[in-house]
């Protein structure tokens, strides 16, 4: 595969390698925005938390359209959710965390071979988040972003061959 082009802001990985004394002002949130996330983070299922969906009770009709609409509403309001009792093995879940964390462990260059290419729309791949938010700042965030479904949008070839477990 050939190594994609180097975006022209530098991956965060770098950033927050690079001995800087501060955060760029360009990823700095306001004060009630952060404010608002840490408020989420910790209240968890209490009070305005992130939604917890648990889909243990999809089997019954009225199951179904309950977790339909706890879905519909946490994507709407939130954007973001919590699964539970989604039947997916804890040992397949902590090695897919393990595959993940193995791959971002690899130096930047090494990841570089992966990355995507927004502008000519290939959105697949390893990348920084360089949308800016509401506010017109920029995410904190590198990412490696797969298209699994529909099955004909999953493209194999871009899938990292390193670690070796990668899933």
């Known amino acids: 595969m050939a190594t994609k082009n180097i975006p022209p802001t530098p991956r965060v990985e770098i950033l927050a390698n690079s001995g800087l004394c501060s955060i760029p002002t360009e990823f700095v949130r306001a004060e009630s925005e952060r404010?608002?996330?840490l408020?989420?983070?910790n209240n968890g299922a209490i009070g305005h938390g992130i939604p917890i969906v648990d889909l243990g009770g999809v089997s019954s009709e009225e199951?179904?359209?309950r977790c339909v609409e706890e879905v519909k509403a946490a994507a709407t309001e939130w954007g973001v959710m919590?699964?539970?009792n989604h039947g997916v093995q804890e040992e397949i879940i902590e090695r897919?965390?393990?595959s993940g964390r193995g791959f971002f462990d690899l130096p930047v260059e090494a990841k570089e071979?992966?990355?995507?290419?927004?502008?000519s729309g290939q959105i697949q791949g390893y990348g920084s988040k360089l949308a800016n938010n509401a506010n017109g700042k920029l995410e904190w965030q590198d990412y490696f972003f797969h298209l699994v479904y529909p099955k004909e949008k999953?493209?194999?070839?871009?899938?990292?061959t390193e670690p070796a477990d990668y899933m």
């Open 96 to 98: 897919l965390q393990a």
């Open 154 to 160: 999953a493209d194999l070839a871009i899938w990292p």
């Open 113 to 119: 071979k992966y990355a995507n290419d927004q502008s």
């Open 39 to 41: 408020d989420a983070l």
């Open 82 to 84: 919590l699964i539970v």
């Open 35 to 37: 404010k608002d996330i």
């Open 63 to 65: 199951g179904r359209w």
